[in-house]
């Protein structure tokens, strides 16, 4: 079973080895107008603040929401300029139009998004935007490395596999688009890589839901067994969405 609060329990490591988002994301983001010094902005499943201090850094005002205890200390410590909600996205009540912009970033998959998506419209200004994005742990169009088929291995022998497919850009623009209260106006993807060594593979796949101690240890000693150090190919997307109405 994936545990949602996972993460809360490896906060550090998830602050520690989670790779930043690529730059070209967020020219992207940059792009929309949105991301500037007097705008605000609400970064919902915040994290530990991998995409709050990218915004802060750009002079916005921005309230990030993190259910997990552990998650909203080290964002606090990080990023004191924030206002740290602790809080699930569900349960948060926002002001009119008080936001330029909202992110989920690498989190709307655990939202109940028939009750996210109203109360994010709400908060949003009419020519506010909703972003989405997420990095993708691996790259399906890259030739696979001996890691990678390593990894293969290691995800094959589990009994159960993890439902639905959070990776999927087209089915989470379709949610989206058929929740009525937003319109989708673009997709964007992003290739790339990342030289990783066996301790931040190791800190990395700790932090990931539906691995297990024994998989991550595999998967550091394949690293180990390979040199030490690996090439990881990854994507990432970005869907830019319009309220409606």
């Known amino acids: 079973m994936v545990d949602p609060m996972h993460f809360d329990g490896v906060a ?9 988002y ?15 010094a007097g705008r605000r902005g609400l ?8 995409a709050t201090g990218e915004l802060l850094a750009r002079g916005m005002d921005v309230v990030a929401v ?23 996205a569900e349960d948060i009540q926002l002001d009119a139009a008080s936001f330029d912009l909202v992110v989920a970033a690498t989190s709307i998959h655990w939202m109940d998004l028939d009750v996210v ?20 742990f691996g790259d399906a169009e890259a030739d696979a490395t001996p890691f990678r088929r390593e990894v293969t291995r290691i995800v094959s022998r589990r009994g159960t596999t993890r439902p639905g497919n959070p990776d999927d850009v087209e089915a989470t623009a379709e949610k989206l ?5 937003f319109a989708v106006d673009g997709i964007h993807r992003y290739r790339w890589t990342i030289d990783l060594t066996t301790e931040q593979i190791r800190g990395l796949f700790s932090t990931f839901s539906d691995w297990t101690p024994d998989e991550v240890r ?16 990854y994507t990432s997307w970005l869907i830019v969405a319009s309220p409606v109405g």
Do not use: C, K, M
């Open 43 to 50: 970064d919902l499943g915040a994290g530990t603040g991998e």
């Open 12 to 20: 550090q490591a998830y602050a520690a080895t989670r790779p930043p």
């Open 218 to 233: 595999s998967a550091a000693d394949a690293v180990a067994a390979l040199g030490g150090s690996v090439t990881e190919h």
């Open 66 to 88: 993190e259910p997990g205890t552990r998650l909203a200390d080290v964002l606090e410590a990080r990023f004191p300029r924030a206002t740290v909600i602790r809080s699930r």
């Open 117 to 136: 998506l109203p109360i994010v419209r709400h908060g949003l200004r009419p020519d506010g935007r909703l972003l989405v994005w997420r990095n993708v």
């Open 177 to 181: 688009a058929r929740s009525r209260f």
């Open 22 to 36: 690529p730059d070209a994301l967020w020219r992207d983001v940059r792009a929309t107008g949105l991301v500037a």
